[in-house]
């Protein structure tokens, strides 16, 4: 089995310029020194196939007792349709709101998916967005209880979700970051 390399998943995001360093307001409000942009990971579809390799090995227990990968639009889009493709799983998405036209859908999945999803973002920080994500896609009559990011900023996310009875997973950590910059 390979072992997943924090510190090298973390320079790969370093080098293609993910991972910057500066004054940056987040989509929190909270202001940071360091931005995690990974919607430009798939720009680097050799890096973004070795981090989804990686996701799946790390994950690869939590996956096989799910039905489908959920992505939080955007961010988590492409996560949870690569992983999914790589696992074998249906893939689907949460907007952001209610679309007003077609089918008029907030949840885009199979209706026929059934069982527990795990729900997919790029990035957490305060865990809003995953857990509004979760609320609907429970409202859905969908199964949440595991959300996966690749980043967790370590700034309440994890709380508020076990509080909505969601296990937050992450390949990464802001103090995985932090540390290889300071090296």
Do not use: C, Q
Request: hydrophobic share 45%.
């Amino acid at each position: 089995m390979i072992r997943v390399d924090k510190t090298r998943i973390a320079r790969n995001l370093l080098l293609i310029g993910a991972v910057k360093k500066g004054k940056f307001r987040l989509s929190s409000g909270k202001e940071s020194d360091i931005y995690i942009d990974l919607r430009i990971v798939p720009s680097h579809p050799n890096i973004f196939r070795w981090i989804v390799e990686h996701l799946f090995l790390e994950f690869y227990g939590l996956l096989k007792k799910k039905s489908a990968l959920i992505g939080v639009a955007t961010g988590g889009i492409p996560w949870a349709t690569a992983l999914a493709y790589r696992a074998g799983l249906p893939a689907g998405y949460v907007r952001p709101r209610r679309k007003e036209y077609g089918l008029t859908r907030r949840v885009e999945l199979d209706e026929r998916v059934n069982g527990s999803v795990i729900l997919i973002d790029d990035v957490t920080t305060t865990g809003k967005s995953l857990a509004e994500a979760a609320d609907v896609l429970r409202d859905e009559g969908i199964v949440v209880d595991t959300a996966l990011v690749i980043v967790d900023r370590n700034e309440g996310a994890r709380d508020l979700l076990r509080e909505k009875g969601v296990r937050l997973h992450s390949l990464l950590s802001i103090s995985d970051i932090r540390r290889l910059l300071e090296n």
